[in-house]
């Protein structure tokens, strides 16, 4: 017996060895190494080096790592062992997360986009919103201009309402409305969108789609690993618009006069050569600059992930007064406390600072860039004795060295998550989430005078201070039931419960009387000055929701999918007899390539049919206690000595009926993957139907007060608006060789937008063109909301007896000339008004596409990125109505007679109706953007282990690299986001180009 054991013994032995992947040959740090049915194991250190004792000859070893297969190796003679794992795609499918919980992606059946870590890597975006135009379907991403620290607009399938349109951001489990500009995109492990039904997990607040941002933690059984990252940018404009020169604004204005039987102000034109060239003024190169720094690991039960970033931008126009920083920290800890108890934290922080210039619109620095006369040089601050450009052009140098701003915000978000497995089968799970936001905002106007009669002009300075204050807290509680059960039935029961406060206070004042005129000494408490524009406000908010909610998952013999979701919201945004909604939903699916009938085709893995149907909330009013008679009106008051007192009066009219707007969604589409998943295709047929629409201002009666200052009519549930269309992803993903990988995506989707129903009104207006005229766009029956609504134009007049047999154009502001724009008579009734005009544009697209493409060849790595709008209009709307202003160039194909032209009007200092809105100012905003190009080149291991690091790669990008398309404006991308009034080009601040150098290392 004695020698038994003895000889056992001596047959145990020490094995080691390394694990690498399959795919780039990388070590594996922290797979876990089981000895088959003994307690008894290890795992790789960062190396994927393992070092196992007292294993025998027979022994089997379990190696197992989240994403690849498990590899069964039995223990022969040798003592070494070099390993090699293969990637398990249907357990790295297994990270989707769809709210509440995670599912693989076999068995989604609902409308989910995922955008991983690596693809925000490749795109390196300033704005993490950035990473979803053009990668994930049915989603459309508009800069609000490229002023730096711009947010962006995001749009799931389409406009679904009159007013708040954002969808539903959720960081790490808990409701952010910190917009994805303060989030650095390199702390960022996925981001996940859910389009459809899916999303009716989370009710009164799905119906715009739903944004779930997960950011990185560390990785068990891992030593500490450092990732630093940094790049170095200049940023330049994509274009310049093309305007006249000084001695061709001259020749214009003489021929402008001449027409108009008038003396040309400018005299001699001789002699006047180019002039400044305002635009070239503006715009300068500006850098841009980033920092990432991180360590990460952790223990067999712990692991860890600390960051920091800053990211430093300056504005191609105005430089550090339109500048933009961050910094941001984040902390995140994920440990067991015992083996049915885990704790994982996440808090973040982060610092914004905003410098912003008055960057579109009437007044801004691009608008008097454009419209600011050639002949005028630049050292002109004061425009008293040259020519009249109207009263709002001034030097735009001069404007740019007269603003002061800044604004900061100190953001902190955290939550704290804990999971208690108390049964087989069985786990609660508690979530407490906040935020608190306090920014803070300092504006001073010195004295100043710019010319006669500007609107900028100071005779006394003012500063303008205001401060804001806004928190939330999120509780969340759900249990989760997980059993399988006869092999082929499996469920999933989650029910919970969700706890929800935002509330939050403004203060804020202006007063004139800053001591020496100064920026420094700007400030309320320094200031002296009394009057008018001395004021005081303020203001605090309170939103309450509590919510429950639970969802009942089913898969049959792992190929027939059901779900099934229902939550019910109470919200303080509505009275007592609406403040309850209840949102149910179901999606269900069906993988036919499991089948065994299904036939057997090489190429085909997997195919699955899937559709959802359910009904979504938004209690995003854009008001609060609408049905509450509130005295947030204003009016002055006569007191007893005749004195005019200012007071406050009845607001807008309560409705005590108001309620949510609903949105019920159906999704039908399927997913197939071809030649051992190497080509991915997911294809849905969507639409959108959102009723009960938060109309404000539907007319009333006169006599409920409503003339009244600071009053208005209610907000009422009285329109309804369908989109739907069609959406496709396709994806290849392939090793060619041993030496050279691609990865390659292309999306396309479709989208038709209908108004379906106006309850109490006609139409409803909103947008802006030009000064004085009605409002250019439209919400209407029939129409795509935000349609532009103005004349048709049939060409030019060309001689005095086409303008005689004409209808009369005179309602329109002036009679008609040879060389003036002919308005169409769309209603036949001999006069040309404003029962003319109709639908003359739509600003939204009718199809986007995205395409992306990876190469890796050895150390080397390319990729680029583009993305397109087709079918969309965009209104021009940045040349002033004033006759001395400097012209865009197209003016030079002007009409100057009979047979010259029949598009450009002739130019005039006098009386025309040209200007007034119509489908001449209406272009195709139709484009093709080129956004991303990128090389780069990751050093060869053994070149870095001298130094201790263990990856070094080195790259260049280019982004917003190139754009095509037919627009005269800036930027074809550009939106204010108003769903009324969209697509009208202020003279946005363009998207710059940017050329930039970084360099990543791991060690």
């Known amino acids: 017996m004695f020698f038994m054991g003895s000889l056992i013994y001596a047959q145990e032995k020490q094995v080691s060895g390394t694990v690498v992947d399959s795919d780039a040959n990388i070590p594996l740090p922290g797979v876990e190494i089981q000895v088959e049915g003994a307690n008894k194991g290890t795992t790789t250190n960062f190396d994927g080096e393992f070092i196992l004792d007292a294993v025998s000859p027979g022994d089997v070893l379990l190696f197992t790592y989240v994403g690849f297969k498990t590899l069964r190796l039995e223990i022969d003679n040798r003592d070494t062992y070099d390993l090699v794992l293969e990637s398990d795609v249907q357990q790295l499918e297994e990270t989707i997360v769809i709210g509440y919980g995670k599912q693989s992606r076999r068995n989604v059946t609902g409308a989910v986009s995922k955008v991983g870590s690596e693809d925000i890597k490749k795109l390196e975006p300033l704005n993490a919103a950035q990473s979803l135009q053009g990668t994930v379907s049915g989603v459309n991403v508009t800069p609000q201009g490229g002023s730096p620290g711009a947010e962006a607009n995001i749009r799931i399938r389409g406009i679904s309402t009159n007013g708040n349109n954002r969808p539903l951001i959720i960081l790490d489990g808990i409701q952010y409305e910190g917009g994805l500009n303060s989030i650095n995109p390199q ?151 015992k083996d049915n108890l885990n704790l994982k934290t996440n808090l973040n922080y982060f610092h914004t600072e905003n410098r912003g210039l008055n960057d579109f619109g009437l007044g801004s620095v691009l608008f008097n860039a454009i419209n600011m006369a050639p002949t005028i040089g630049r050292n002109v601050d004061n425009l008293t004795g040259f020519i009249d450009l109207g009263n709002e052009v001034v030097n735009p140098l001069t404007q740019i060295r007269n603003t002061f701003n800044e604004g900061t915000t100190n953001r902190i978000s955290g939550n704290v998550h804990g999971t208690w497995e108390y049964h087989d089968n069985l786990d609660l799970q508690a979530r407490i989430g906040f935020n608190s936001a306090n920014s803070r905002f300092r504006e001073f106007l010195p004295i100043f005078n710019y010319g006669p009669n500007k609107v900028f002009n100071r005779p006394e300075n003012l500063v303008n201070q205001n401060q804001q204050s806004d928190y939330d807290y999120t509780l969340d509680l759900f249990h989760t039931y997980e059993t399988k059960f006869a092999d082929i039935h499996e469920i999933t029961f989650l029910l919970g419960m969700n706890v929800f406060r935002q509330y939050g206070e403004f203060i804020g004042g202006s007063r004139t009387g800053v001591p020496n005129n100064s920026w420094q000494f700007a400030n309320i408490g320094t200031a002296t000055g009394t009057g008018d524009e001395n ?127 609903e949105n019920t969604m159906v999704d039908v589409g399927f997913d197939l993957r071809l030649w051992n998943n190497k080509v991915n295709l997911a294809v849905d047929y969507y639409r959108r139907d959102t009723r009960d629409l938060l109309v404000p201002n539907i007319p009333v009666s006169g006599i409920t007060g409503i003339a009244a200052p600071g009053s208005s009519a209610p907000t009422l549930n009285a329109g309804s608006v369908r989109n739907q269309g069609v959406e496709v992803e396709l994806s290849y993903s392939d090793n060619w060789t041993d030496d050279l990988s691609i990865n390659t995506s292309f999306n396309v989707s479709t989208i038709r937008n209908r108004v379906t129903a106006i309850n109490g009104a006609e139409f409803l207006e909103g947008g802006q063109f030009g000064v004085g005229q009605p409002l250019p766009s439209r919400m209407q029956v029939g129409q795509p909301i935000g349609f532009f609504y103005g004349y048709q134009t049939d060409g030019i007049f060309q001689t005095p007896e086409e303008v005689a047999a004409h209808p009369s154009q005179q309602a329109l502001g002036a009679n008609a000339q040879p060389g003036d724009l002919r308005f169409v008579d769309t209603n036949g009734d001999g006069v040309i008004d404003e029962n003319d005009r109709v639908n003359i544009g739509n600003p939204i697209p009718d199809v986007t596409l995205g395409y992306n493409l990876s190469l890796n060849y050895k150390q080397w790595d390319f990729s680029t990125y583009m993305f397109a709008n087709l079918g969309n209009d965009i209104v021009r709307n940045f040349e002033r109505d004033q006759p001395n202003v400097n012209m865009l160039a197209y003016n030079k194909d002007r009409w100057t007679g009979p047979g010259s032209t029949n598009s450009i009007p002739r130019v005039t200092s006098g009386a025309t109706a040209n200007n007034v809105f119509s489908d001449f100012f209406v272009e195709d905003g139709s484009f093709l953007r080129l956004q991303t190009v990128s090389v780069g080149y990751s050093f060869k291991p053994e070149l870095l282990e001298k130094i201790k690091v263990s990856n070094l790669r080195v790259y260049a990008k280019v982004d917003n690299v190139y754009t095509l398309t037919g627009y005269s404006g800036y930027d074809p991308t550009a939106s204010t986001g108003a769903p009324i009034g969209q697509g009208i080009d202020f003279g946005f601040y363009p998207l710059p180009r940017t050329a930039i150098l970084g360099l990543n290392a791991n060690f």
Do not use: C
């Open 535 to 661: 004021t005081a406000t303020s203001f605090a908010y309170d939103l309450r929701r509590l919510s429950y909610f639970t969802r009942v998952q089913y898969t049959l013999k792992d190929r027939y999918l059901f779900s099934g979701m229902l939550r019910r919201d109470s919200s303080t945004e509505f009275g007592p007899e609406n403040r309850v909604g209840w949102f149910p939903s179901a999606t269900a699916g069906w993988i036919a390539s499991d089948e065994d009938f299904f036939p057997e085709v090489d190429a085909i893995d997997f195919f699955k049919v899937r559709g959802s149907f359910g009904v979504l909330g938004n209690d995003r009013i854009g008001g609060d206690f609408l049905y509450l008679a509130l005295m947030n009106g204003s009016a002055n008051y006569t007191d007893t000595s005749g004195g005019i007192l200012a007071g406050q009066a009845p607001g807008a009219l309560p409705n005590a009926d108001v309620k949510w707007e």
């Open 187 to 337: 702390d960022i492990e996925e981001i996940t969108v859910l389009k459809d039904a899916q999303a009716a997990i989370y009710g009164t607040l799905g119906a715009n789609g739903v944004v779930l941002v997960t950011t990185k933690g560390g990785k068990r059984n891992q030593e500490a690993q450092f990732d630093y990252s940094t790049y170095y940018g200049l940023q330049q404009t994509t274009r310049t618009l093309p305007l006249l020169n000084a001695t061709e604004y001259g020749i214009l204005m003489n021929e402008k006069y001449a027409n108009a039987g008038q003396v040309n102000p400018l005299g001699n034109i001789t002699g006047l050569g180019r002039g400044t060239d305002w635009q070239d003024e503006v715009f300068q190169t500006a850098p841009v600059v980033s920092h990432n720094l991180s360590v990460s690991g952790g223990s067999e039960k712990t692991s860890y992930r600390i960051s920091a970033s800053h990211l430093g931008q300056e504005g191609i126009v105005g430089g550090d007064k339109s500048g933009f920083k961050r910094q941001t920290a984040q902390i995140a800890l994920d440990t067991d406390l």
